[in-house]
């Protein structure tokens, strides 16, 4: 199951049930089963202050993943999503809103299945990976 909780006032998520069906389809390309995810759609405050309590660290960021899965075989956790750093990186990426958020909803399940972007080829990796799951998106 993906859900989507909304903490902004005046936000609507166009077409979710379309969103759902492309990251299912994405997790099951991975051989993934999928769990729970559970998205949390937030501003920059409420994001930095989990990124702050949680991950101690006191910046900005546009996605926080954490993994609650108990198998490896089975997708769950819980991706906090700043809708303020996605407007702005939308910009600055000159994206649409749409893209930018596919994005990071993306991001935020390639994290779960294992992908990680510490490191430069990790980063590169992981764009590549973003990049091919966006051109599934109907």
Request: proline share 2%; hydrophobic share 40%.
């Amino acid at each position: 199951m993906i859900s989507f909780n909304i903490l902004l006032e005046g936000f609507e998520l166009r077409n979710p049930e379309n969103l759902k069906g492309w990251l299912k389809k994405i997790i099951s390309e991975n051989n993934r089963t999928l769990g729970e995810i559970v998205y949390v759609l937030a501003n920059d405050t409420h994001i930095q202050k989990i990124n702050k309590d949680f991950l101690n660290h006191d910046t900005l960021t546009d996605i926080i993943s954490f993994d609650t899965s108990v198998d490896s075989s089975v997708i769950s956790g819980e991706i906090f999503i700043s809708i303020d750093r996605v407007k702005e990186n939308a910009i600055k990426q000159r994206q649409s809103f749409e893209n930018e958020f596919a994005r990071v909803l993306v991001h935020g399940v390639l994290h779960l299945i294992g992908y990680d972007d510490k490191t430069p080829e990790q980063k590169l990796k992981m764009r590549a990976k973003e990049d091919y799951c966006l051109n599934l998106l109907p």
